[in-house]
């Protein structure tokens, strides 16, 4: 159990970085039958409880929050998965999912250390991998019932992106949900006195957006896919950024918010990054990043920084960040 809660974690967290189709697809389903697998567990696990109930162990009521959380990310990892229900409350069904989850982390290792049952080397026997195999194939089976039965009833889960996550208000704008990471807020940014920062190995300069606008904007048809479960396909307008930077020896590329929020990319990546300015035929609207923000069509939401002021080449590699953003 220890192990699948683990991997669920581990999978569920892969399946937000990563944005590539084939890779994501797989992800996906593989997360599903790992979480499923967690419920396949309980007719062994509800023999342990119960004897650790009639033991009367001291941590008890932390060990039945413990099955408390376990449940809410199971149950809000399904209804997710069906789209039946979006929100609870002031946030998506899937943000309690991610929140619930990390709830569970700790209560769970301190439950493991609690009760005193670390895994040990020897576990890993012939018999114990067949039994990992059936939970897996058991997990497996589970996981494509859900699936036929959310095609077959037609929830709107059938639809969902390879991330798992569902349409919202493609080709209008004005209906895409506005987000932040964690805590940013739109910042009224003044039009006339905006400046983008540019360096790179070409020096330090600054443009102004008629300066910007003087460069060969383009449309680009993407999908914005946020890891709160859902995207949204639009048509943005903008100028890319290979065309913008001068890449020289550097090894990646880093993009800055006027509020702080940044985020480092591969060198490689100017090509298939647009600093836009317009979506739909109109300019941004404030939340959506006004008035220009980085379209990153490969990659998750979190990628693609709003209120954008700063863009700058750098010699260290673009994994030397963390791997989510910190707000
Ligand atoms: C989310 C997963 C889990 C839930 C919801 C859960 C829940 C519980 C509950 C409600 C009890 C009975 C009350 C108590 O003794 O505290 C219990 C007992 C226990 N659990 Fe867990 N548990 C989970 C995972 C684990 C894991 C991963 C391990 C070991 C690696 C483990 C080992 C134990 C042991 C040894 C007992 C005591 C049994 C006894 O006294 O005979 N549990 N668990
Ligand atoms: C203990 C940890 C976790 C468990 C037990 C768990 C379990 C589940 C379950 C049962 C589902 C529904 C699968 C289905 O009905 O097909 C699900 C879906 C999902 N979970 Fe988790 N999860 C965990 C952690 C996480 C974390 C940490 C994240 C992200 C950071 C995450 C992201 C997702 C996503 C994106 C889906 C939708 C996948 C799809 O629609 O195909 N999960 N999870
Ligand atoms: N500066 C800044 N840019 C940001 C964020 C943020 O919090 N701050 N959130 C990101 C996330 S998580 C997503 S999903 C998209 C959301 O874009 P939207 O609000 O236009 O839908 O913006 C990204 N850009
Ligand atoms: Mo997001």
């Known amino acids: 159990m220890l192990f699948a809660l683990v991997s669920a974690f581990i999978t569920g967290s892969v399946v937000q970085a990563v944005g590539a189709p084939t890779a994501g697809r797989w992800l996906a389903a593989t997360h599903g039958v790992i979480g499923l697998a967690v419920l396949v567990l309980t007719p062994w696990k509800s023999r342990v409880i119960s004897r650790g109930l009639e033991r009367r162990n001291r941590g008890r009521t932390l060990s039945l929050i413990l099955a408390a959380i376990t449940l809410i990310v199971i149950v809000t990892g399904v209804v997710h998965t069906t789209g039946l229900l979006s929100r609870i409350g002031p946030f998506t069904v899937l943000w309690w999912h991610i929140a619930a989850a990390l709830a569970l982390l700790p209560v769970l290792g301190w439950h493991v250390v609690v009760r005193n049952t670390l895994p040990r080397p020897l576990d890993a026997t012939r018999r114990n991998l067949l039994r990992l195999a059936g939970l897996a194939s ?11 039965a959310i095609s077959l009833s037609g929830l709107p889960g059938t639809e969902r992106r390879f991330t798992g996550s569902h349409e919202r208000s493609s080709f209008d704008p004005t209906g895409m949900p506005v987000t932040s990471w964690l805590d940013d807020t739109t910042p009224t940014i003044d039009p006339s006195s905006w400046r983008l920062t540019l360096s790179d190995a070409a020096g330090s300069r600054s443009l102004a957006l008629s300066d910007l606008a003087s460069f060969p904007a383009v449309e680009v048809t993407a999908d914005l896919d946020c ?27 880093v993009v800055r918010s006027a509020t702080g929020y940044a985020r480092r990319y591969p060198i490689t990546d100017l090509g298939r990054l647009w600093l836009a300015t317009g979506v739909g035929g109109e300019s941004l609207s404030p939340g959506h990043g006004f008035p220009v923000r980085l379209i990153a069509p490969h990659r998750r939401g979190f990628w693609w920084v709003k209120w954008v002021d700063r863009v700058e080449t750098s010699s260290l590699p673009w994994w030397v960040q963390s791997p989510f953003p910190l707000t």
């Open 227 to 253: 890891t709160s479960g859902w995207w949204s396909r639009q048509i943005w307008e903008g100028v890319r950024l290979d065309r913008l930077v001068d890449a020289g020896e550097a090894r990646s590329v």
């Open 138 to 148: 058991t997990g497996a089976v589970l996981w494509w019932g859900a699936d036929r």
